[in-house]
């Protein structure tokens, strides 16, 4: 994309021009003058260029041998010791990359979203490694798990705000010796991975990030601290997913287990809605809220189209948001694997080669930055051209297809939710 025809286009490229690339090039210099006051020594700040340059750049894989070359460097030894060896601390760049995130990309409907993400491994040496279950990777192998924190605003720019690598309790902390090659500190004590989403989250809202609502998955839906820090210290709402052998009081003061009621809920408790848009269009099913017998405490149901499959979540919802809004919370958690499939694909997220604890964080950090810069491009890009934002909210109700009604089930004498018919998804 550095050539222009006549017409001071792009060849190959119709939507963006030689002044498009200029502007991104401004951007990157402004970007790099702000990163290069992290660094006393002017090497790490010209090697700090060097990796978000490679980072950036079109090449297949993103390590230190490779963006040597992409820089012209005769081999990777530099890079290396900027990685392992150089004095800079990465939680200040983290700090940098949560402000740039607020200064382009913060609205007041922000949703913030944790997730864990595999990096598989080979060996025993680097920091947090063993066999353990990635859902990344869905299976079990010898990985490390990271442990992240993204941001998605309601125009659905998404990004990368926190990171913590998961340092298993037995494996490791159980092995000094383990830790100290690895260059684990000795004051890190063993932290499970809700407890790092809780304290990624005080750095968060601390430093200012607009946020409305929380969203993750199951293993940190069932976790009752951080359940607790969220209503009563972030007093932030959340819709997390749960497991089907919840238990609750529902509003008629009734013991249940969530499983067992979607065969119980009258057809009309069921609506028919979008909660966001894939690669293969809207995300609809059909979802069902169930009030509990604590006003600010909702449950809700999701059920597949295509194969009835459900999922459950569990909503603190002090604002006593509509139907349609819990809907468009769930769906903002695939917003967070977007990421992580554009951080590995575009920015190396996964592509590096180190073992050290530190080291893995610098890399992590770096790449989180390149990420906000392209989301931050796109968004202007975007707005540029007028095109619209690239998540537009689906309609708050989307109807069932003529041949596939929603399953009629016997009715059951249950609470409806109150806002069931409210709209906006």
């Known amino acids: 994309m550095r050539c222009c025809d006549d017409d001071d286009r792009v060849v190959d490229d119709e939507d963006v021009s030689c002044a498009d690339l200029e502007e991104w090039s401004a951007e990157f210099e402004h970007l790099i003058g702000r990163v290069g006051r992290l660094f006393v020594h002017s090497k790490s700040r010209l090697h700090a260029r060097q990796y978000l340059a490679g980072l950036l750049a079109p090449i297949e894989r993103k390590n230190g041998w490779t963006i040597a070359q992409h820089v012209r460097e005769k081999e990777p030894k530099a890079l290396q010791r900027f990685l392992n060896l150089a004095n800079w601390d990465a939680d200040r760049l983290r700090d940098l990359n949560r402000d740039y995130v607020i200064e382009n990309l913060a609205d007041p409907g922000g949703v913030l979203i944790a997730d864990p993400t595999g990096f598989a491994k080979k060996g025993k040496k680097s920091a947090g490694v063993q066999r353990q279950y990635s859902g990344t990777l869905g299976r079990v192998d010898n990985c490390q ?7 998605v605003n309601s ?35 063993f932290a499970t991975r809700p407890q790092q989403v809780v304290a990624m989250l005080k750095r968060t809202l601390q430093a200012g990030v607009s946020a409305r609502w ?169 707005a540029k051209k007028g095109d ?35 709209a906006s998804a």
């Open 145 to 151: 798990i990271g442990t992240f924190l993204a941001y």
């Open 155 to 189: 125009a659905g720019d998404r990004v990368l705000l926190d990171r913590e690598l998961y340092i298993p309790q037995k494996s490791w902390f159980g092995d000094r010796q383990r830790c100290a090659e690895a260059a684990i500190p000795e004051e890190l004590t």
């Open 214 to 382: 929380f969203t993750a998955d199951e293993e940190f839906g069932q976790n009752p601290g951080l359940g607790e820090y969220l209503e009563n210290d972030a007093r932030l709402a959340y819709v997390m997913a749960i497991p089907k052998s919840t238990e609750f009081t529902d509003a008629t003061g009734r013991p249940v287990i969530i499983k067992d009621l979607p065969v119980r809920l009258a057809p009309n408790a069921w609506q028919r809605r979008a909660c966001g848009i894939g690669t293969k269009g809207y995300r609809v099913y059909d979802w069902a809220v169930i009030d509990s017998d604590q006003p600010d405490h909702q449950y809700m149901i999701r059920r597949s189209l295509d194969d009835g499959e459900l999922a459950f979540y569990h909503c603190y919802n002090p604002r006593h948001e509509p139907f349609g809004e819990l809907v468009r919370v769930a769906g903002r958690r695939w917003p967070v694997e977007e990421c992580f499939a554009a951080g590995k694909g575009h920015v190396g997220l996964d592509n590096y080669q180190v073992r050290l604890y530190h080291a893995w964080y610098r890399h992590i950090t770096l790449a989180m930055l390149a990420h906000t810069f392209l989301a931050i491009l796109a968004r202007r890009h975007r």
């Open 388 to 422: 619209p934002p690239r998540a537009a909210r689906p309609s708050a109700r989307t109807p069932p297809p003529p041949d596939r009604p929603p399953p009629q089930t016997p009715p059951a004498r249950t609470h409806r939710h109150p806002h069931a018919d409210a």
